[in-house]
């Protein structure tokens, strides 16, 4: 454990202390409120060590190699909360979480980033070609999101066909995903080394990160399982909409907390890292999550998730990447611009309170 800062033991002792607690509370059937509570706990902490031990990893292999190994571990909380919840038939759940993590990131942890650097540093300058590619990127995804739920709404011929078009939108977005690895893996916009600098006695010995990714990931099922199945009966009981639990409880339990190394990285005067870790998080999310939870619909649960979301979820995310592109555009940020992003993740998140 020397290997380990005193921020990353806390982390470690509360995931475990935290996901213990939640697999007695599941075990005796305890309040469900109390076991969503504290499992949610649990899969924000476990989501912050399979970030953390992924970025370890991937600085052994590289810095392109570290935003592909992101994208193929970073989400496995997520993911797992995704396969639980489709099984249970929670769609809009899925649907709502999946919007709610790019807004999340998109919105509320670059805000937060935004505020901190421009507080501490005022104006950061940054090289904004990373943010300009992924802010394209993100707007195909929320193409892939936009045309299925207009044919649905327009009633076009299409419209008959959601599944068919679902899965087409998805494939095309994986292969856009596939597309973009080899651009990473030479040091594109995915290729930030967010550890770069970090003194060694900060580095974790190879077997270390290893150990701890497998053990996180193999607890985020466990917990991700738990956290399911107590979420029914803790909307029920909180009186919440499914909507509003999956856009912004699920949402920011999954995915959120493991991005707080953004604000860290803003407060270090670091905005082009602070930037990469923050953004190619929604975009793994947007590229990669979405479309492959779409397929494992199709063969989990008794109905498919297509991609015709309600019209807010899609207008909540349109609005959002175009405020990303125009805040991240010109290669800097004030700290103002930082409160405009929190202030329209309040007011998307507010929209979804009642249902």
């Known amino acids: 454990m020397s290997y380990l800062s005193r921020g990353e033991r806390i982390t470690l002792a509360l995931a475990l202390v935290s996901t213990v607690l939640a697999g007695a509370l599941n075990l005796v059937q305890a309040n469900a409120v109390l076991t969503f509570v504290v499992s949610g706990v649990a899969l924000a902490t476990l989501a912050a060590i399979v970030g953390q031990a992924t970025e370890q990893l991937g600085e052994r292999l590289g810095p392109g190699a570290t935003g592909v190994l992101q994208s193929a571990l970073g989400n496995l909380p997520e993911l797992f909360v995704g396969i639980f919840a489709l099984r249970a038939g929670l769609i809009a759940v899925v649907q709502s979480a999946l919007i709610g993590s790019m807004l999340a990131n998109s919105l509320l942890v670059l805000g937060i980033a935004v505020l901190v650097g421009g507080l501490r540093h005022g104006t950061q300058r940054f090289n904004s070609e990373s943010p300009r590619m992924i802010g394209t990127l993100i707007l195909l995804a929320v193409s892939a999101l936009a ?209």
Request: glycine letters at 10%; charged letters at 10%.
């Open 147 to 355: 045309v299925p739920t207009l044919a649905r709404g327009l009633h076009v011929p299409a419209a008959a066909h959601a599944d068919s078009l679902s899965l087409a939108c998805a494939l095309i977005l994986l292969v856009v995903f596939v597309a973009s690895i080899p651009h990473s893996l030479k040091g594109g916009p995915e290729a930030f080394n967010v550890i770069e600098g970090r003194p060694a006695a900060e580095c974790w010995p190879l077997w270390l990160a290893a150990l701890l990714l497998a053990l996180a990931g193999a607890g985020a099922a466990f917990v991700s399982e738990w956290f399911v199945s107590a979420l029914q009966p803790a909307i029920t009981a909180l009186h919440l909409s499914e909507a509003f639990t999956g856009l912004v409880i699920v949402a920011i339990a999954g995915n959120a907390v493991e991005n707080v190394v953004g604000v860290q990285l803003a407060a270090r005067n670091k905005p082009d890292y602070a930037l990469s870790v923050i953004l190619n998080s929604s975009l793994q999310v947007a590229l990669g999550l979405t479309p492959v939870l779409v397929l494992l619909s199709f063969v989990i649960g008794s109905h498919p998730m297509t991609l015709v979301m309600p019209g807010m979820l899609v207008a909540g995310i349109g609005l959002a990447a175009g405020l990303g592109v125009v805040v991240t555009y010109d290669g800097e940020t004030t700290w103002l611009e930082g409160v405009v992003l929190i202030g329209l993740y309040g007011i998307i998140a507010a929209s979804f309170w009642w249902g």
